[in-house]
């Protein structure tokens, strides 16, 4: 017999099973901070079902297998899993993709996703999160199957910290994880070497301390001014959107920059293209694919387009290449600090300095309405798979709200589809930079719950509608043209602005702007006046402080916006996702009707965990059962038999007389006890009264009456305020 299970046969049986199933629950917890990643890249990606049945079905074949089989054979069984997973997603990546796979490029991809690329970016990210979904779920439960919990946590614990390096694991679901990992780790070793209800209360405590002390330390890392900040009473850290990042998160209350962000010398004015993004979280966007060195030449849209050449000259750092859509050519900048994205977009690989320039060739749509009108849906191959995604748990009132904008239009080509969502969403919702950020889809909230949002709200909501719809369409960031000032467009942070792109067949990405023109135009305006009479510094070059911001004319009268008409400047707003910068873990709020503010899911839970090591903190110092007695010992109770009422007032004098003289001897005598430690004549009287209750022919009401108040009043006297009572 072994150790473990002599130990296990001398422990009372149901405590043991009690520390076990405690384990096993821990252990789910840690799977599901994991797994919820997992899941959710699938949910967005495709897949969501099959991966909640990989996930299950993991556990359980370790559960059933972890008896029979040997460890090596399971870590061997394991490996296969894993080499398997990784094999089918090499076959799964596009031939064309496949071929540019070589180990330099399999190790710097490697180190990105240690360092913070997103699972979500990945092509295929789908079949990337199944094929690696079952190796750490079957081995972390088969090794807890064979009580060997270290090793389960660290296979499990592994699995969670590399999605903690990319990102992709939010502050939640981290702690989640680590708490789950102890409490393996702690009730396993109670199931393996025995313990007691104390040590069971210790770790509790132990566990609810990590949880507040992780859920109140916050770590808000510096970032240079950007075009868009959050408000000042705004809980969450927001990085500007200027940088062109890979994930971007739809935010709450903003405030507008008005710095110049850089200057365009053009001859027509446009949209400054910064970030185009193809996958939709709920929450927020990924730029998904791997970017590519820039070699001279980019392709351009489908019909050719007009030209336009552009001089961008940053004023302040910028980490973006703004742009007219699309870029065919970049000059200015050597070929080595510029990147193309999947999408098109270029990027610089580093920050570019205030006074450097650059020079752009772009291919700007400029069809007719008539001929947008008229184009069918002969789409290039993987334009409608890429760009009509939407998460699988989208609400299905989404898509019935866009079936009945666009029925109730009567369009019936893409095109038409495109311009009723967007004319819908302009004349339905108002703008404003003052919202509370909601919980679940954004695109579902802002259409059934908010009544105003701002540019990114506005873009989120039309391309979750045209993707509904069936219809190719894309978020897209940058800025809108700017103050125009002695041939030359003035760009600032608060010209920074989302909007939509829609495939059209022969002719490319045309553009729709959702957003309502005269607010933000309205917006703009307060707010560079407010600047500029307080004198903030950076809101002007040398010939623009004079002037103000031309109105610029939008498609207000039933047309596209393309890349060739103005259109007013608005503002955008951006965090990091789940992974990113937060100043603060403040969770969100839902109101309800009557304006009282529900607690968010997750404050509900944080002060659950609170009561329950506060609950274990008082079953361990036994502080509960002292109130209680403390209570009773001050209360004479209800007035009950007389004999009764005797015998509780002679058990609260005992109680009483135990705590602050000494405790009662084993075999002693009650009434050596009490006249043991004290002469006074009220207990000596409680003492008659109980012998003649509990020994004798009983006692009135009047003989109960009295030995309750007599207790009283020793209770009164040493308690307060000489002698306080020590419960």
């Not at 760009?491 to 005269?518: K, N």
Request: one cysteine or more; charged letters at 20%; hydrophobic letters at 40%.
């Amino acid at each position: 017999m072994s150790a473990d299970t002599e130990r296990s046969r001398l422990l009372p049986v149901t405590l043991t099973a009690e520390f076990r199933l405690v384990t096993f629950a821990a252990l789910a917890a840690l799977t599901v901070s994991y797994g919820r990643v997992l899941y959710h890249v699938t949910d967005v990606v495709g897949g969501a079902r099959l991966m909640l049945a990989v996930l299950l079905g993991s556990a359980t074949l370790a559960v059933v297998v972890g008896r029979v089989l040997r460890v090596r054979t399971a870590v061997f069984l394991t490996l296969l899993l894993l080499g398997g997973g990784v094999t089918v997603y090499f076959l799964s990546v596009p031939a064309s993709q496949r071929a540019l796979i070589s180990p330099p490029r399999l190790l710097s991809d490697t180190v990105a996703l240690l360092t913070g690329l997103s699972v979500l970016r990945l092509t295929q990210a789908n079949v990337w999160a199944l094929s690696i979904a079952p190796a750490p779920v079957f081995l972390s439960w088969y090794l807890a199957v064979r009580r060997r919990y270290v090793g389960s946590v660290v296979v499990g614990g592994a699995a969670l910290g590399f999605l903690v390096l990319t990102g992709d694991a939010g502050t939640y679901t981290t702690l989640a994880g680590v708490v789950g990992a102890a409490g393996v780790v702690g009730f396993g070793t109670l199931d393996r070497y025995g313990g007691t209800g104390a040590q069971v209360d210790t770790l509790v405590i132990l566990l609810v301390a990590m949880v507040v002390v992780a859920a109140t330390l916050s770590i808000a890392p510096t970032t240079r001014t950007g075009p868009v900040l959050p408000d000042r009473t705004s809980p969450t850290g927001v990085a500007s959107f200027v940088d062109s990042g890979d994930n971007v998160r739809v935010v709450g209350t903003i405030r507008l920059s008005p710095q110049v962000q850089f200057t365009v010398q053009s001859p027509t004015e446009s949209y400054w293209t910064t970030a185009t993004y193809d996958r939709y979280t709920g929450s927020g966007r990924v730029r998904s694919g791997d970017t590519d060195p820039y070699v001279g030449r980019l392709r351009g849209p489908p019909g050719g387009g007009r030209a336009l050449g552009q001089t961008v000259t940053a004023e302040t750092e910028l980490g973006a290449m703004p742009a007219a859509w699309r870029p065919v050519r970049v000059e200015g900048l050597p070929a080595n600090r510029i990147r193309v994205t999947s999408q098109g977009s270029v990027r610089p690989t580093t920050t570019l300095d205030p006074g450097e320039s650059y020079t752009v060739t772009s291919r700007v749509v400029d069809a007719p309405p008539e001929e947008l009108r008229s184009a069918g849906t002969d789409y290039p191959e993987g334009v409608v798979e890429r760009y009509t995604q939407l998460p699988a748990s989208t609400p299905d009132r989404v898509g019935a709200r866009a079936a009945n904008v666009t029925a109730a239009a009567d369009a019936e080509t893409p095109y038409e589809k495109a311009l009723a969502i967007e004319a819908h969403l302009e004349s339905s919702k108002r703008y404003s930079l003052t919202v509370e950020r909601p919980e679940g889809d954004v695109a579902d909230a802002f259409l059934f719950e908010m009544d105003a949002g701002y540019c990114t709200y506005f873009a989120t909501t039309m391309v979750t509608m045209l993707r509904a719809e069936g219809v190719p369409a894309r978020f897209v960031t940058g800025y809108t043209p700017g103050e125009r000032v002695d041939g030359e467009f003035v760009v600032r942070g608060l010209d920074s602005h989302a909007w939509v792109q829609v495939y059209v067949p022969d002719e490319g990405w045309v553009r729709f702007d959702p957003t309502p023109a005269s607010p933000r135009e309205s917006a703009e305006r307060a707010r560079l006046s407010e600047a500029r009479q307080s004198g903030e510094p950076g809101v002007d070059t040398e010939n623009s402080g004079s002037s103000t911001p031309t109105p610029t004319p939008t498609g207000g009268d039933g047309t596209a916006v393309t890349d060739t008409a103005q259109a007013p400047t608005g503002n955008v707003s951006f965090g990091t996702g789940d992974s990113g910068a937060v100043g603060g873990t403040v969770p969100q709020r839902t109101t309800i009707d009557d304006g009282y503010e529900l607690p968010s899911t997750e404050t509900l839970a944080f002060w659950g965990i609170v009561l329950v090591g506060v609950g274990a903190a008082v079953r361990r110092t036994g502080a509960g059962g002292r109130v209680v007695r403390a209570v009773w010992l001050r209360r004479r109770g209800p007035r009950r038999d007389p004999d009764a009422d005797a015998v509780r007032a002679f058990e609260r004098l005992v109680y009483l007389l135990e705590r602050q003289e000494r405790p009662r001897r084993p075999g002693e005598t009650p009434r050596a006890f009490v006249r043991s430690v004290t002469d006074d004549g009220r207990a000596a009287r409680v003492l008659a009264t109980y012998e003649r209750a509990r020994y004798g022919d009983g006692v009135d009401r009047v003989a109960a009456d009295d030995a309750a108040d007599a207790v009283g009043e020793l209770v009164r006297e040493r308690t307060l305020p000489t002698r306080p009572f020590v419960g």
